[in-house]
């Protein structure tokens, strides 16, 4: 089974019928068997973003607790490849939680990263190999 690895925009995206990909990640969303994985990285941008916006940040947890999400990946235990990745990619600049992702579907051969973020169009896994993408067209 194909494995999916959620960035913060599409989850914000989903949550907010204002944003430009509302109805594309709605879609995706419910084409996708959970569960989806993620970084506390993510989600944590993904939380701010929906509440600094006025949006219930709170379905993000149920989708915690309702295993929709899961959070597999450990920080502390990938230091050094997230920080050699965020050196690497310093001219973009890279962001945490951009890094972290990187680093999950590095681990996950079998995983595509579900993200509107262009930048994930340049970043690659193990230093050359394009990472396979659900983007917007």
């Known amino acids: ?3 999916v690895i959620l960035d913060s925009g599409p989850l914000v995206a989903y949550f907010s019928a204002r944003e430009a990909h509302h109805e594309w990640c709605v879609r995706h ?7 989806l994985l993620s970084c506390e990285t993510a989600l944590a941008e993904a939380v701010y973003l929906i509440s600094s916006h006025g949006g219930n940040s709170g379905r993000i947890f149920e989708f915690l607790r309702d295993g929709i999400i899961k959070v597999p990946f450990q920080l502390a235990l990938e230091a050094e490849a997230v920080a050699t990745l965020m050196r690497r990619y ?10 972290c992702l990187v680093r999950m579907s590095e681990k996950r ?7 509107l ?14 990472i396979p993408l659900i983007f917007p067209d």
């Open 1 to 3: 089974m194909e494995a």
């Open 29 to 35: 969303f419910d084409a996708i068997k959970p569960p």
């Open 90 to 99: 310093a001219d973009l600049p890279m962001d945490l939680a951009d890094a």
């Open 109 to 115: 051969q079998d995983a595509r990263v579900f993200t």
């Open 117 to 130: 973020d262009h930048d994930f169009k340049i970043y690659r896994r193990h230093g050359r190999q394009a």
